[in-house]
């Protein structure tokens, strides 16, 4: 199958994936499915066997860590929303029972599930999380177009995952993508025959400095995250002339107010809400499409990534029946794309590690009708 001519513009980090046995919220409540930022980079008083991640509304969370945690362990503040963490007032105490190193981020993903070639930041030569990121952009064969920042540290994520109960809760460390200006990617030069441009986790400014330089012919995907969401100079709003489709999870969706909401449907063709297990919602203007999730026979083992298989997925196969900058979507071909999306992203479900199903992997699922659980479960991406 013919992949489009893909630019992705996007962070790419150190993921420290951390899996604990139970959920992060009490029983009853939704799993958690968004990211956080530490307030801190270092903990004052560094606890051996805890970390403890304190939300600005909410009780705290603590982890027990497993043997041979690098860290961080101690107590972190972390920036979230109302409702992100446990609404019951008392506090939550989880066991990790595994971690390990990987790549993450949102431009690392598209970039893989697309086939794109990535720019993201990377703080200086041998700095250790920077020649990380490098070293694994190179095993997962990412093409890779660094930015450079001199004085500052590669970000890295604390990612807490709880496999089959569905949380993923990313907690960033920040660097050197905060520090990448506006000014310098827009120097950047954007192929007049690029198909496809993905913007994905960035600041509005960031990402309005690209969007607005791209060919006509360009299709344009943003996939914001809930930093993005907070930006308010320049708004959300003022990306939405320049973008044809829009790609959030409902936690996201349901931070934007509800006034934006409505500005971003009447400009934007098409925004995506993934709603996890319920599969995802489909905004065209006044009109919404529900998707069912892809049926599956067993739990998930990781719910990481499985936001970038849809997305990457439902543009490449709108791209792939013809779908153009400025042209009517067709409901056939929507509708189709959709239900491809959702085959991705329940085999990306399957996977303990960083990596994406190939499209004979998404065309065998829907030919199947379910997601049948691996005779030999591996936590190896399938290509």
């Known amino acids: 199958m013919t992949c489009p ?26 799993p958690i499915d968004g990211s956080a930022e530490a307030l801190a980079s270092h903990a004052p008083q560094p606890t051996p066997g805890r970390l403890t991640l304190i939300p600005a509304h909410g009780p705290p969370l603590t982890i027990q860590t497993p043997a041979l945690w ?3 362990t101690g107590t972190f503040p972390i920036a979230t929303p109302p409702g992100f963490l446990p609404s019951t007032p008392s506090a939550r105490l989880v066991r990790a029972t595994a971690w390990l190193d990987d790549l993450g981020g949102m431009g690392a993903g598209f970039a893989a599930a697309l086939r794109g070639t990535l720019t993201s ?29 001199p004085d500052r540290a590669a970000d890295w994520t604390l990612l807490v995952t709880s496999g089959p109960h569905g949380d993923k809760l990313a907690v960033g460390f920040r660097g050197c993508h905060a520090a990448l200006s506006p000014a310098t990617l827009a120097q950047v030069d954007l192929d007049p025959q690029l198909d496809l441009l993905v913007v994905a986790g960035l600041s509005t400014a960031q990402s309005l400095s690209l969007l607005t330089r791209a060919a006509p012919r360009t299709l344009r995907l943003l996939a914001p995250s809930i930093r993005t969401l907070r930006d308010l100079v320049p708004p959300l709003s003022d990306l939405a002339p320049h973008l044809d489709l829009l790609s959030c999870n409902h936690a996201e969706w349901t931070a934007i107010p509800p ?125």
């Open 5 to 30: 001519i893909t630019r992705v513009f996007g962070p790419a980090y150190l993921d420290r994936v951390l899996r604990v046995d139970s959920p992060l919220r009490p029983t009853g409540e939704p």
């Open 70 to 72: 690098p860290g961080p």
């Open 121 to 149: 930041a990377l703080g200086p030569q041998h700095d250790p999380i920077s020649d990380s990121i490098s070293t694994l952009l190179q095993s997962y064969q990412i093409s890779h177009n660094p930015a450079r920042i």
């Open 259 to 383: 006034d934006t909401q409505a500005r971003l449907r009447a400009l934007i063709p098409l925004i995506a809400v993934t709603l996890g297990p319920r599969g995802a919602r489909l905004l065209l203007g006044d009109q919404q499409l529900e998707i069912p999730a892809f049926p599956r026979t067993h739990p998930p083992r990781d719910t990481n990534r499985a936001g970038e298989a849809f997305a990457s997925t439902l543009i490449a196969r709108l791209w792939l029946s013809g779908w153009r900058r400025g042209q009517p979507l067709r409901p056939g071909p929507l509708r189709s794309a959709a239900q491809a999306a959702t085959a991705a992203a329940a085999l990306v479900l399957d996977l303990d590690r960083f990596g994406f199903p190939t499209p004979a992997d998404i065309d065998s699922a829907l030919d199947r009708g379910f997601i049948a659980e691996p005779a030999h479960p591996t936590d190896q991406p399938s290509a």
